[in-house]
């Protein structure tokens, strides 16, 4: 297995900044978020989602790949935001993952709004459809991630929407940490059913408590410490014969994003995955 960073979790941090804190930690890839952030966040405190200081722009693949060089890494991948049927935006986004030497683009399934799940599955396959034929061009693989709120809230789900193509050209992100949100299915049977179609890991975790109102509500973990028994998916991982890429994408602030990602590599190596 090999442990990466999903920027996303270091939003203090310039992306060189982000770059040396991934290799000092002792993680030896980078998952870049790539996305023109809006005017209107840039004097927020920076956050994971808003004014994220760790992120490239749409057009900045060959910086993607000199920054990952300078700090010794490899790309991973790249995690644009792109609308489902937008498929010159999945073009641009693999033009750039190409120019970074990444093999993986993130996608997402649709949001669930409201609609049947039938046109929401149609619209979703006839996108992955796409966005196949273009990552065969380019070289890379489109991998959708398994996601809270989108159609395709579990493995089984991810599974349906890609059955058939080519897990070279299009695969599925398992997000351990979602899963416990919503989607979660047993996870020998999971990673058995996606078979080749695993192409990639979110690794972080999630709890439930009661909230004011006293109705339930997740949020956030630290790796060690929510629902999730990280170790033992680590484990389960390995029995399944992966080997591919596995990033930390820990959304918890317990600590600072900084001290998070070196507590988390601290752990891989007390399990003695790094």
């Known amino acids: 297995m090999r442990f990466s960073a999903y920027t996303l979790g270091l939003p203090t941090l310039t992306p060189d900044e982000g770059a040396r804190e991934i290799a000092d930690a002792g993680l030896t890839g980078?998952?870049?978020?790539?996305?023109?952030?809006?005017?209107?966040?840039?004097?927020?405190?920076?956050?994971?989602?808003?004014?994220?200081?760790?992120?490239?722009?749409?057009?900045?693949?060959?910086?993607?790949?000199?920054?990952?060089?300078?700090?010794?890494?490899?790309?991973?991948?790249?995690?644009?935001?792109?609308?489902?049927?937008?498929?010159?935006?999945?073009?641009?986004?693999?033009?750039?993952?190409?120019?970074?030497?990444?093999?993986?683009?993130?996608?997402?399934?649709?949001?669930?709004?409201?609609?049947?799940?039938?046109?929401?599955f149609a619209e979703g396959r006839d996108f992955v459809e796409e966005v196949a034929d273009i990552a065969g061009r380019y070289g890379v693989t489109a991998v959708l991630?398994?996601?809270?709120?989108?159609?395709?809230?579990?493995?089984?789900?991810?599974?349906?929407?890609?059955?058939?193509?080519?897990?070279?050209?299009?695969?599925?992100?398992?997000?351990?940490?979602?899963?416990?949100?919503?989607?979660?299915?047993?996870?020998?049977?999971?990673?058995?059913?996606l078979g080749e179609h695993l192409r990639h890991v979110h690794l972080k975790n999630t709890g439930w408590r009661r909230g004011a109102d006293g109705a339930w509500e997740w949020f956030w973990a630290p790796l060690d410490e929510g629902i999730l028994d990280a170790r033992e998916f680590l484990d389960l991982l390995e029995r399944a014969g992966y080997d591919g890429w596995i990033s930390l994408e820990d959304l918890s602030t317990t600590r600072g994003p900084v001290a998070t990602m070196r507590y988390n590599a601290a752990l891989l190596r007390e399990w003695g995955r790094l």
């Open 30 to 120: 980078v998952e870049w978020r790539v996305v023109d952030e809006p005017e209107q966040f840039a004097g927020e405190t920076p956050s994971f989602t808003r004014n994220n200081l760790c992120t490239l722009g749409p057009l900045d693949g060959a910086r993607a790949r000199r920054l990952a060089d300078d700090a010794g890494l490899e790309v991973v991948g790249i995690a644009p935001y792109i609308r489902v049927g937008d498929a010159a935006a999945f073009e641009r986004a693999a033009s750039l993952a190409r120019a970074a030497s990444a093999v993986l683009v993130r996608i997402r399934a649709p949001e669930r709004d409201g609609r049947p799940f039938r046109e929401l």
């Open 145 to 193: 991630e398994i996601h809270q709120g989108t159609m395709c809230p579990s493995a089984s789900l991810g599974e349906r929407l890609v059955r058939g193509l080519d897990p070279r050209r299009v695969g599925v992100i398992y997000d351990a940490g979602n899963l416990v949100i919503e989607g979660y299915e047993d996870t020998r049977m999971a990673l058995d059913l």
